[in-house]
């Protein structure tokens, strides 16, 4: 399914756009950095996903997230102001989990200032009326404490998804704790609406939960098998994309799964050693090198 000769021309072609760099943070090159990570991703795993762990695949994705998420710090709020907010993934998760995985304190801090929000003026009704029209669009959940069906279910849990890759980013581990009690709590009272969902968006962000609410008590085997849950509905996701899109497909467009590599970084900030828990749950050779890559013990 992979075209390693078109995803070499891709990085040729891209490697001489950015030789003429206006500015490496350009608003313009974050398509670019994103569609290099994922190009490098899929090119390095058809090729040779048995080296993956011994060699430069890995660190080499996680440098194009890192320019990635400079651009993200630098023009977030142009990015805010163009994308609509019902595209919430797009909005406030994709840049958030860029900037965790990419792994540099600074960019961190400058992401969530422009994506993030306290969770606490959001539970006590007082954040700004962008953020409250935002809410609003996804579900009504934070206005009623209800949720009819599984779509507004899921705009919850992407909220307070949100909000936990948020509080992590700003160290704010008190935000964070409750903002996945209260996801917890709402997943039990709920819950029930997902029953029937076993692919898509809502069975992915379903995953998301099930791999935070290992943290406490740590379960790492639990976590791992969550996260290795969403790699499963991720790629079956991305290969109906590509079957759709040729052009996608030829430039591995949608390949890498950055929530589950924000999700083993969340593992690791919490004290979750997910290396052994991965191998056993089945991982690929490339996200264990990923998990490596990010601070997990190789076990190997």
């Not at 943070?25 to 950095?33: G, Q």
């Not at 609509?84 to 801090?109: I, S």
Request: charged letters at 25%; proline letters at 5%; a negative charge.
């Amino acid at each position: 399914m992979i075209d390693a000769a078109a995803l070499e021309r891709y990085l040729a072609t891209t490697d001489e756009e950015l030789k003429a760099f206006i500015d490496p943070s350009h608003m313009s090159y974050l398509p670019t950095y994103l569609g290099r990570a994922d190009a490098r991703h899929a090119l390095a795993v058809h090729t040779d996903l048995a080296g993956f762990a011994n060699g430069p695949a890995p660190v080499a994705v996680l440098r194009e997230l890192w320019l990635a998420a400079q651009v993200y710090r630098d023009h977030g709020g142009v990015f805010l102001a163009k994308w609509p907010p019902t595209q919430v993934r797009r909005r406030r998760l994709e840049p958030l989990e860029v900037a965790l995985v990419a792994g540099d304190p600074e960019v961190l801090k400058g992401v969530v200032k422009v994506f993030g929000v306290d969770p606490m003026t959001i539970f006590a009704g007082i954040e700004p009326d962008e953020v409250s029209a935002e809410l609003e669009a996804l579900t009504p959940y934070f206005k009623t404490e209800r949720v009819a069906d599984p779509i507004e279910l899921a705009g919850a849990l992407a909220v307070f998804y949100w909000l936990m890759l948020a509080s992590l980013g700003g160290e704010d581990v008190e935000g964070f704790e409750a903002a996945r009690r209260r996801a917890q709590r709402l997943i039990d009272d709920e819950g029930h609406l997902l029953g029937g969902v076993a692919h898509g968006g809502i069975a992915r962000i379903k995953a998301v939960h099930d791999a935070l609410s290992a943290l406490r008590p740590a379960r790492p085997e639990a976590c791992a098998l969550a996260v290795m849950r969403h790699r499963a509905l991720f790629d079956l996701e991305r290969d109906k994309s590509w079957a759709k899109d040729e052009e996608a497909r030829r430039e591995g467009r949608g390949a890498l799964d950055r929530t589950a590599l924000a999700l083993i970084v969340v593992a690791k900030a919490f004290g979750l050693e997910l290396g052994r828990a991965l191998e056993d749950a089945g991982a690929d050779p490339a996200t264990l090198a990923y998990a490596h890559a990010l601070g997990h013990a190789r076990t190997a």
